[in-house]
């Protein structure tokens, strides 16, 4: 099977860094990505790692290493209307397979 | 307007009804998706298409079915609803051959069975 895992519940200050951690365990891996999620919208693209590195887009950046299974979303300057869940998604192979989601991790900022 | 819409977006109807819930896309996607998502369940992949004639089952696809009118219309169908499929569910697009393949999401359906 495959096991994507991520905290179920952060809290963070306004103006603070916060790191969002994922790991996965998946029989291939072909890309991840993170969504973010507000409460009873929809998820929306935040951003997609397929190399190791760090990918930077203006106060989120996201992490990958292929070797640990592992990734990270970087929230920098946190403002409140980042309160969101954010969800880390799996591509496992190539081709024509759809993402494997985790169970997202419920982001709290508070002043 | 909305590139991926979703009809209705709210829906509470009774055990053993049917019921058809619609997702349209003006984004010229040829891969469509539906989801339900639970809390502290997460999205759970119901059944996804590649194009008109593809249909595929994902990890939940046991009482329900789909179909795929045109490119654009992708519906999910309750045959015979139970209270266990009350859930937030979400169509989701993509287009092949897009490197990354990002999924884009409709607003989602709320759907509440008594």
């Known amino acids: 099977g495959q096991n994507i895992d991520q905290p179920t519940e952060m809290t963070a200050t306004e103006g603070a860094i916060v790191q969002i951690n994922c790991t996965y365990q998946?029989?291939?891996?072909?890309?991840l990505f993170w969504y973010q999620q507000h409460a009873g919208e929809a998820p929306t693209f935040l951003s997609y790692n397929v190399l190791d590195g760090l990918e930077e887009k203006g106060r989120f950046s996201s992490f990958l290493s292929r070797s640990k299974g592992y990734s990270y979303l970087l929230l920098k300057e946190l403002q409140m209307k980042d309160s969101a869940s954010y969800l880390c998604?799996?591509?496992?192979?190539?081709?024509?397979?759809?993402?494997?989601f985790g169970k997202g991790t419920r982001l709290s900022v508070i002043a | 307007d909305a590139d991926v819409t979703q009809t209705p977006r709210n829906r509470i109807t009774k055990t053993g009804k049917r019921i058809m819930l619609e997702c349209s896309q003006t984004?010229?996607?040829?891969?469509m998706y539906w989801y339900r998502q639970d809390p502290g369940l997460g999205l759970r992949l119901i059944y996804y298409s590649f194009d008109v004639k593809d249909i595929n089952k994902g990890e939940i696809s046991d009482g329900y079915s789909v179909s795929r009118q045109a490119q654009a219309k992708f519906s999910l169908s309750l045959e015979s609803a139970i209270p266990n499929q009350t859930a937030l569910y979400f169509c989701?697009?993509?287009?092949?051959?897009?490197?990354?393949?990002?999924?884009?999401f409709g607003p989602g359906t709320r759907l509440l069975v008594l």
């Open positions: 998604a799996v591509r496992v192979r190539a081709g024509n397979t759809p993402l494997v």
């Open positions: 998946t029989s291939g891996f072909n890309g």
């Open positions: 989701a697009t993509s287009v092949r051959g897009s490197g990354q393949e990002t999924q884009y």
């Open positions: 984004k010229g996607h040829d891969r």
